[in-house]
Nanobody
């Protein structure tokens, strides 16, 4: 079983930037092909925002394209999410997730049910 631990969240001003990290560890971490970032606010569904597959393919939700960038440091088993030009609506708990296989389509890649392992999240709060 893989363990995912997120970090990098905090209170950030509108227009600023934040870089989130997710470190994967555990005996079987190599079996997970796809890793993703989701976000959630109270009372709403968890929203997939970005996905990174082992072959380097990426997937983004339309709502975050142009501001969010996902990347993977394979040597460190660490997933990153760079968020620029922060808006108040970016305020959410951001979660890291892993899936054993490829996710194939954007719809499946960004679906919460496609992932079997989750971190506990890191909070990003955007204010003016």
């Amino acid at each position: 079983q893989v363990l995912l631990v997120e970090s990098g969240g905090g209170s950030v001003e509108v227009g600023g930037s934040v870089r989130l990290s997710c470190v994967a560890s555990g005996y079987d971490y190599n079996i997970y092909y796809s890793m993703a970032w989701f976000r959630q606010v109270p009372g709403m569904e968890r929203e997939g925002v970005a996905v990174f597959e082992r072959d380097g393919n990426t997937h983004y939700a339309d709502s975050v394209k142009g501001r969010f960038t996902i990347s993977k440091d394979n040597a460190k088993n660490t997933l990153h999410l760079q968020i620029n030009s922060l808006k108040p609506e970016d305020t959410a708990m951001y979660f890291c997730a892993a899936r054993q296989g490829r996710c194939w389509t954007e719809q499946l890649c960004l679906a919460q049910s496609s992932y079997s392992v989750w971190g506990q999240g890191t909070q990003v709060t955007v204010s003016s």
